[in-house]
């Protein structure tokens, strides 16, 4: 099989795509047949060797797939060759076949093809739990959601309207800002502006957003301390900006607020039941027509370096996708 494989850190131009044997399932492990791969930030991380944890190299990247499982290993009950499936492999999707364990490989619907199932997984898990779990979003709350343009920010966007809250986003284009709007957004601001944290305020009548979902760090994260409502949680999802942040005790204590991490890699990993609880639920809101997967920018495996280069380029919106099978995705490069 074609595999993209990293053999030392650098970045995705030092990958290579090489013909490699294909896997065997073990134990508890699926294979799946891939039909298409999604990318995350983190992907980068990776194969820079800067992520919270590294790979065994050699690897081929890829964190999440759609695809058809081809085998299955001894103790797998719940899944079979032939099923359509979604699988959050962490390593190993850039690539014809790919190994993942059966705890993070989940059914999908015939509505929901590939491209989409492969752009879903990680974004809207992540966001499912920062918004429901971390941050106890309330219907009719204020939720600000920063970099909503990007994937992680879509589905915060789609789930907080999905749960009632009154939801402002931040993006730093006018293109940016009218796809939040299409995710449902009420209100846009652009975070390039000074005005915008007197914006959110004025718009919440003074108090500040309830919630509020950062996946840059940095300056985001920064200003949001001064339009926090008292009680609020302020989400720490991620550090897109390139900066970690810090913040004074005292500004926590003197508002009442709560800095909130998110790490939901860390959450499945520590409780294995609850990425299928939220797989079902994710999908039930799908096929209710509350979620839609936006995909920005679609390309074929053997283009995948150009896949990483736009999806670093900060001009994509939603997700970036590459296509291991012919005919997966509705908009291909």
Known sequence: ????????????????????????????????????????FYDTLQIQGKYQVKPTLPFSPGGEVGGVVSAVGDRVSRLKPGDRVLSIPFVG?????????????????????????????????????????????KP???????????????????????????VIATASSAAKLDFC??????????????DWVENVKR????????VIYDPAGGDAFD???????PLGRLLVVGFASGRIPSIAANRILLKNISIVGVFWGNHIAEHPQYALRTHEEL????????????IGAGFPLDKAVDAFREMSSRRLVGKAVIAVAANTLPCQR
């Open 93 to 137: 999707g850039m690539a014809e076949y790919t190994l993942a364990a059966e705890a993070v490989t989940f059914t999908i619907p015939d509505t929901l093809g590939f491209a989409e199932a492969a752009a879903l997984p990680v974004v809207y898990q992540t966001s499912f739990f920062a918004l429901r779990d971390r941050g106890q979003l």
């Open 223 to 229: 200003l949001s301390t001064k339009c926090i409502a």
């Open 181 to 194: 709007r299409a995710q449902g957004a009420d209100h846009v601001f652009n975070y390039g502006t000074p």
């Open 1 to 40: 099989m074609k595999a993209w494989m990293v053999h030392d850190w650098g970045e995705p131009e030092t990958m290579r795509l090489e013909k490699t044997a294909v896997p065997a399932p073990g134990p508890g492990q699926v294979l799946i047949k891939t039909h298409a791969v999604g990318l995350n």
């Open 140 to 166: 009719g709350e204020w939720l600000l959601v920063h970099a909503g343009a990007s994937g992680v920010g879509m589905a915060a966007i789609q789930l907080g309207k999905a749960w009632g809250a009154r």
């Open 283 to 294: 999908m039930r809101m799908f096929e209710a027509g509350l979620l839609k997967p936006v």
């Open 203 to 210: 718009l919440t009548g003074g108090r500040g957003a309830d």
